[in-house]
């Protein structure tokens, strides 16, 4: 059966907006004004939250294996981490999209289904952004905004010495579905017949193609009254955030690598790709959990939840940040995270 | 004399931002967090309006003829007079770049001193952004951010039937300044040892390359009591916006053709390019003047405002959008402004 197939050009830029716009719809309270005029409106009475991405293909993703509708889902869903990660509920989106001719209408239908399915899940409105055409490659500019009481947000620079360190869920999953992707996509460039295999990979991949924000903590948190000292989401792999979270609170961190959050089938795959399993919590990146420490005194509050691991705490800023191995030995942390710049391509 | 070269790689993403960010400081009392954490945090006691723009190379700028600090100052400027469009003030600003390691740091830098000296004049803080290597091509997305008194912005959709029809400063000029600029490049590309030659042509160059935004009229609409019924700014052609207007008030309206402002030079270089000039103010685009209505009472205080024109009156829906020619003679309008998607390079 052939798909249907209607060409952008058809369309033009401001059928394309109608097109979209029309199947949105505003919820929260706080939006006031969507899609359709020189700006979008949204009504607050203390602070906004404001996080955006920038995201490239061939830099950031792969079509080659990222359906665009789960594609579209984490473009948004990153966005929204970040607001959770300032402490706030991601409540508004914009979405601006560069996309070349070898699109169609149905090809953005499908990227914005899996934008609209995590503005549904997250309770979030689309309420602008720009549309255009591009000479190479999907650009895809996301920015989300999130409400809070003027002064409740947290941020990364406010931890202090003895504060537990506490990460949720778990660590490595994403880099480890990176690697099994890429290892699924060299077999089918050398031989086409060879149809890919990612059964026993479910968790890893999804964690790579369809990561969630942690939206159930800052509601646990809240309802738990523990206000976090300090948070940063968990994108650039764990390592690289501890050393951000350090560095603006102007603090060092011991962290203990046995008390790192890592699934049993991220262990397993990462043995099978010859690969630390250990390294890929620290560094793998796009994990999209959230890092926070608390007050010593919240420690009974968090021990006995199943979604966050007490990893380490918070030291002088003399003694700097290092893992703590099994044996006790001390390794200075090191980021070796996601950098853009000296990515030559995907398949590192 | 050799200019230095620093290369993006050496810096890395998290080296450029810092070397970014050591450029800002936060001015207005309503930027409460800049770059450096997982959000940026704004405070707003009202509506906050909220425009983005995303600007990708080949499409909406040329770096042949469009120097980086230009384009930078261009990409603020645009955002702002989205902002002004909707009777509010922008007083932040995020900037996501996508580059490739064809740009050095000193070209990143090049860029940003356009983008703050914009930020500058225009009393805007630079609060955040992404910052990305791009495997083709410069990408750009603004957003830009004002504050209103809850229900004081003025939309498209309120134009009300025998109020006027006012726009700012002059027409079409952007447009004959875009087509010498593609001529001299020709020009040049034939054979490079002709320089380009721009005498003459200042003012129609400039407003292309490096176009304002009408800040003074919303102090002055301010100033006076004047409150706009409707208003938009003017991106992509006086005709495309009138119609979008129009459609959003669902509205008609009439336009007199000897009403339109066009300044000197724009009508002599048109005449020297063999183009109708009206035309060019008709469709021309980019010239990031105001579109709006105001009351008929309203009138006596615009009417010796050198910079405002009043060209026109809103009608019902049924008589439609048209122009009316000298001779009384009236033509419905069509929008013949940018659609990216149609449009195949920048020569067109």
């Known amino acids: 059966m052939e798909t249907a197939r209607t060409e952008l050009s058809d369309l033009g830029e401001f059928g394309l907006i109608d097109h979209i716009q029309k199947k949105i719809k505003l919820n929260n309270d706080t939006s006031i004004l969507g899609i359709g005029d020189d700006g979008a409106v949204i009504s607050s009475k203390g602070s906004s939250i404001i996080s955006t991405d920038l995201l490239l293909e061939g830099v950031h993703f792969d079509l080659s294996y990222c359906p665009l509708k789960h594609l579209g889902y984490k473009a948004a869903v990153v966005n929204f981490s970040d607001i959770y990660a300032m402490n706030a509920f991601p409540e508004q989106l914009l979405i601006s999209l560069g996309v070349s001719n070898r699109f169609s209408v149905e090809a953005v239908d499908e990227l914005y289904s899996g934008i609209l399915l995590a503005c549904e899940r997250y309770g979030v409105d689309l309420i602008g952004g720009d549309t255009s055409s591009s000479q190479n490659g999907l650009v895809i500019s996301a920015t989300a905004f999130g409400q809070v009481k003027e002064g409740t947000e947290v941020r990364r620079s406010t931890a202090k010495e003895k504060e537990l360190i506490c990460v949720t869920g778990d660590l490595g999953a994403a880099y480890i579905g990176l690697q099994i992707l890429n290892r699924e996509k060299r077999v ?161």
């Open 188 to 348: 089918f460039k050398e031989n086409p017949n060879i149809q890919p295999n990612l059964e026993g990979y479910d968790y890893v991949v999804e964690r790579q193609l369809k990561p969630e924000a942690q939206k159930e903590l800052i509601h646990w948190l809240s309802e738990n009254e523990i206000r976090p000292t300090a948070m940063i989401d968990v994108s650039d792999g764990l390592a690289s955030e501890i050393l951000h979270l350090c560095q603006s609170s102007k603090k060092g961190a011991s962290i203990y690598i046995d008390k790192l959050p890592i699934d049993q089938e991220t262990f397993r795959v990462a043995e099978e790709l010859n690969l630390d399993p250990i390294t890929c919590a620290l560094n793998g990146g796009e994990d999209y959990e959230l890092l926070f420490t608390i007050a010593q005194k919240d420690f009974e509050k968090v021990q006995n939840q199943s979604n966050i691991s007490v990893i380490g705490h918070i030291m002088d800023e003399g003694s700097g940040a290092n893992v703590i191995s099994q044996g006790g030995q001390q390794i200075p942390l090191q980021a070796q995270g996601w950098n853009a710049f000296l990515k030559k391509d995907l398949d590192k």
